[in-house]
């Protein structure tokens, strides 16, 4: 799982100062949570995306944006509440999750909206 800062987010992920509309830069679908360490909530998702990153090793990318220290990005978002989890396909729109997902909700959007089994 890899931490992203607002030029790694613009590499990896969507370069909203050179695009208005959506483009993802990735070469896979990912799922972005974004979090604090304070927030309980995002402490109980932590563990489930480890697991979930080993288990689609090479299907998926999780990343992680800390809103305290990346508030441009949370704002870019427009993320109001944390834990907030964005599942970014290949070739479609993202859709936002908010709240703790149990996983198999997020197994669920993995296979749904990310289109990965």
Excluded at 27 to 34: A, N, T, V
Excluded at 55 to 83: C, H, N
């Amino acid at each position: 799982m890899e931490h992203l800062t607002l030029d790694s987010f613009k590499e990896k992920v969507f370069n909203f100062e050179t695009n208005k509309e959506w483009k993802f830069e990735g070469d896979k679908p990912c799922i972005i949570d974004f979090y604090a360490d304070w927030c309980g909530p995002c402490k109980m998702v932590a563990p489930v995306l480890e697991e979930l990153s080993k288990e689609y090793e090479g299907k998926l990318d999780v990343y992680k944006v800390d809103t305290e220290k990346e508030r441009d990005l949370a704002s870019v978002f427009g993320i109001r509440s944390i834990p907030s989890i964005l599942f970014v396909p290949m070739g479609a729109q993202p859709q936002m999750a908010a709240g703790a997902l149990p996983k198999q909700e997020f197994v669920k959007a993995i296979e749904s909206v990310l289109n990965v089994t």
